[in-house]
């Protein structure tokens, strides 16, 4: 694969295509009640064309990432004064490319191979809505983020609560490619008050809809033995906001 389909369509499996003409009772609106913020979608997309974008994703953008990492603070414990009264910010650690400048790096490499212009395909749009139950703003975010052997991303709720526009929710959608060293990363979210749910991120080509904010956090990427070479995932990033209206 020399660069993604210019159609968020054509990269769907059959059920994907299913879910994308609403034929799929289960997806459509999966998230559109807070109660129920989390939908892992495994097999939506072709398996042959995700391990073609894991590649070329690991080829095209892989030098145009920068590395994230927000430790654990040491003051944490130190600054401590009485007992059970643990207060720690999110952690993470990764690499990154914020797909926001059209005159960065990573933005012309994302262009080069056309995932700009895929995910600006109406099919893209079209298939969050109907995870979302209703319609999204036209403006979005784009970020790529790749995991390795170790990263993570520790328990955090991503509410933004200065910002009106996201302070009552909003939609993250995630295209995940895990290369085949990767042996096993999970998410794991709230429910009821409790870190009860996981789902299975570490798939070929997934899908993932988050109805945010909420806690989760993503578990230790795990390498297969003696496969650390192509043990990375590669996550597509798009952030929506609520529109006003019925769902289209």
């Known amino acids: 694969m020399k660069a993604l389909p210019k159609d968020f369509a054509d990269l769907l499996s059959a059920r994907g295509r299913r ?3 609403g034929r799929d009772r289960g997806v459509r609106g999966a998230i559109a009640d807070p109660r129920r913020p989390f939908l892992a979608l495994d097999g939506a997309l072709d398996r042959d064309k995700a391990a073609a974008v894991w590649r070329l994703l690991d080829r095209a953008l892989g030098p ?3 590395k994230l990492s927000q430790p654990v603070p040491p003051e944490s414990i130190s600054g401590q004064t009485r ?7 999110k952690t993470v650690r990764n690499r990154t490319a914020y797909l926001e400048r059209r005159d960065s790096r990573a933005w012309r490499a994302a262009e080069e191979i056309g995932l700009i212009a895929m995910t600006a395909s109406d099919s893209y749009r079209r298939f969050v809505e109907i995870v979302a139950g209703r319609p999204l703003a036209r403006k979005f975010g784009r970020q790529l983020l790749c995991y390795g052997p170790g ?3 520790g328990p955090h709720t991503d509410h933004h609560p200065e910002d009106p526009r ?10 995940s490619f895990a290369g085949p060293g990767v042996q096993r990363q999970l998410l794991v979210y709230a429910r009821d008050g409790h870190f009860t749910e996981e789902a299975d991120v570490a798939t070929a080509g997934g899908i993932s809809a988050y109805r945010l904010p909420f806690w989760h956090f993503t578990t230790p990427l795990k390498a297969r033995p003696g496969q650390e070479a192509t043990a990375r995932r590669w996550v597509v990033l798009g952030t929506f906001l609520f529109d006003e209206g019925p769902c289209r």
Do not use: C, P, T
């Open 19 to 21: 879910i994308l003409e």
């Open 83 to 89: 007992k059970y009264q643990e207060r720690l910010r």
């Open 166 to 175: 996201a302070a009552s929710g909003y939609i993250d959608f995630h295209l």
């Open 64 to 66: 145009h990432l920068v």
């Open 151 to 153: 990263d993570y991303a």
